[in-house]
Structure formats: structure tokens, C-alpha cells
């Protein structure tokens, strides 16, 4: 089975553009949290969805948004990017009603210039 | 405030070198505790969840405890291949969200 899968990558944005990442999680699985890892760090939480409801937020400003399809994929999007922004951004699934295991996908790496 | 401390923060071993890994959390109310590891430039990879103090559970040379106020990770004889950063997160009962605070890591080299 296929895991979490997160897109693009890789990506190189510009202070002050506007980026959105992609994230599909396990089949099966109807809840997504981002996480925000800089390096040299553990990951932070930014949100969490589950059936299509924000189940819960970190500590992140308001430009950072989210949302959650009828499919149960997920996007996050970061406006008026700043250099702080660069960072491994994660995307995480649950099936909350069979157990808490979170699984994480390999991430899209974010490089603001 | 919900805190996750890790140490050491980086620990090198000879190969079948045993030593543990120490994670310490300060949560009102703890759900879990996850423990990943986390290799170069990808996402963390599960290796367990503990609930209650006194468990234990073991996968191949790793084996996690969890007290009350901290969690530790046993490698027993590791090979060079167990070389990553081991990431504790803990998940606190408050709110709806079920989302981890994580410590900051312990990167871990076994030298063949």
C-alpha cells in the first residue's frame, strides 16, 4: 500500500510569493496534519483536519491555511512568504478510528530567497 | 507549557556498542508518546507508541520504556545502519487536535 505522498518535493520560492503544497494520505485514513520542520529542529505542528474540519491548530500565523477534500487530501498554503519559512514541511495521516499511529510523508522541501 | 526535552542531543557508538536515548516531557495529561527516526532529508519513520507508564514494547535492537516523567530508547548491539536521528514526540489530552510535540532529536552515529 501506498504511503503518505506529499508534492512537489522540492521548491524555490521568492519573499513574498505565495506557495501551496500537496499531500495524499494512506488509503483509508480521514485525518492530515502539517508539521513545519526547519533543520536542526524537531517538527512543529501547524494543523489538523479530519473529515474535512480543522481539528486543530499550532502556533502558526495567519498565513498559513489549510484545507481537506471529499477525498480526504489535503493542501497547505503559505502566503507573503518570508525567509523564516524555509523549512521540511510534513504532512502526516491518522486512522483515528482503528488506533493512534501517525504516519509521515517524506516532506516538500520550501527554500525562500 | 507542554515541553519535550532530548538527550544527548548527538551520541556516537562503536558497533555493539549498547546506550540508551532519553526523552523527558512535562505534559498536563499525556495520550502517547511516539518515538520516530529520521534519516537525512526524509519524513520521520514510526517506530513506536507507548500509553501508559511501565510499557515496553521492542522491534529487532530497540527497545522503549516509559515512566512518568520520561521515555527511553534501548539499542542493543547496533550496526551502522541504525545511524539517524531519533525523534521523541509526546501527545497531551486538551483540546480536540491530536497533534505531537516533538523534542529536538538525538542524532545518532555507530561507527563500523
Not at chain 1, 11 to 27: D, F, M
Amino acid at each position: 500500500d501506498a504511503g503518505v505522498t506529499q508534492s512537489p518535493t522540492h521548491l524555490i520560492k521568492t519573499r513574498g510569493q505565495q506557495v501551496t503544497l500537496r499531500c495524499s494520505p494512506i488509503s483509508g485514513h480521514k485525518s492530515v496534519s502539517w508539521y513545519q520542520q526547519v533543520l536542526g529542529q524537531g517538527p512543529q505542528f501547524i494543523f489538523q483536519y479530519y473529515e474535512k474540519e480543522e481539528r486543530g491548530r499550532g502556533n502558526f500565523p495567519d498565513r498559513f491555511s489549510a484545507r481537506q477534500f471529499p477525498n480526504y487530501s489535503s493542501e497547505l498554503n503559505v502566503n507573503a512568504l518570508l525567509l523564516g519559512d524555509s523549512a521540511l514541511y510534513l504532512c502526516a495521516s491518522t486512522d483515528l478510528s482503528s488506533g493512534n499511529t501517525i504516519y509521515f510523508g517524506e516532506g516538500s522541501w520550501l527554500t525562500v530567497v | 507549557e507542554d515541553q519535550v526535552t532530548q538527550s544527548p542531543e548527538a551520541l556516537r557508538l562503536q558497533e555493539g556498542e549498547s546506550s540508551s536515548l532519553n526523552c523527558s516531557y512535562t505534559v498536563s495529561g499525556l495520550r502517547g508518546l511516539f518515538w520516530y527516526r529520521q534519516d537525512p532529508g526524509k519524513g520521520p519513520e514510526f517506530l513506536f507508541t507507548l500509553y501508559s507508564a511501565g510499557e515496553e514494547k521492542e522491534k529487532e535492537r530497540l527497545k522503549a520504556t516509559l515512566t512518568k516523567k520520561e521515555s527511553f530508547l534501548h539499542i542493543t548491539a547496533p550496526k551502522p545502519e541504525d545511524s539517524a536521528t531519533y525523534l521523541c514526540a509526546v501527545q497531551f489530552s486538551g483540546g480536540g487536535a491530536d497533534g505531537l510535540t516533538f523534542g529536538k532529536g538525538t542524532h545518532l552515529i555507530i561507527q563500523p
